[in-house]
Nanobody, 126 residues
Framework: QLQLVESGGGFVQPGESLQLSCAIS????????IGWFRQAPGKEREGVAC????????TYADSAKGRFTISRDSARNMAFLQIISLKPEDTAVYYC???????????????????WGQGTQVTVSS
């Protein structure tokens, strides 16, 4: 089993930056990829970015390229999502997730991920 706990969300103004954190605990026998997702009110959960277990590879949704940066610190069992130039449309609950095994997900579809955190709310408003 794997436990994921997100933190770092909050209420921010447009144009500001934010770094979300994902604390990873539990089964450490496998270096799993970590994905970040978000779900806005009334919308489906969408993939934002994914980083491999080694941190050497990453994938971004087209909507995330340029303002979102995914990273990880394997020594601390942490993953991060930095967002710059926040916009009101970035308002959502942000989740981190991991697949069951050591494979790198073929896509950023939620169905590719098996373990989920509880989410952290990001609200962007003036």
């Amino acid at each position: 089993q794997l436990q994921l706990v997100e933190s770092g969300g909050g209420f921010v103004q447009p144009g500001e930056s934010l770094q979300l954190s994902c604390a990873i605990s539990g089964d450490s026998s496998v270096a799993r990829a970590i994905g970040w997702f978000r779900q806005a009110p009334g919308k489906e959960r969408e993939g934002v970015a994914c980083i491999s277990g080694s941190g050497a590879s990453s994938t971004y949704a087209d909507s995330a390229k340029g303002r979102f940066t995914i990273s990880r610190d394997s020594a601390r069992n942490m993953a991060f999502l930095q967002i710059i130039s926040l916009k009101p449309e970035d308002t959502a609950v942000y989740y981190c997730a991991a697949p069951y095994g050591s494979w790198y997900p073929q896509s950023l579809k939620p169905s590719e991920f098996d373990f989920w955190g509880q989410g952290t709310q990001v609200t962007v408003s003036s």
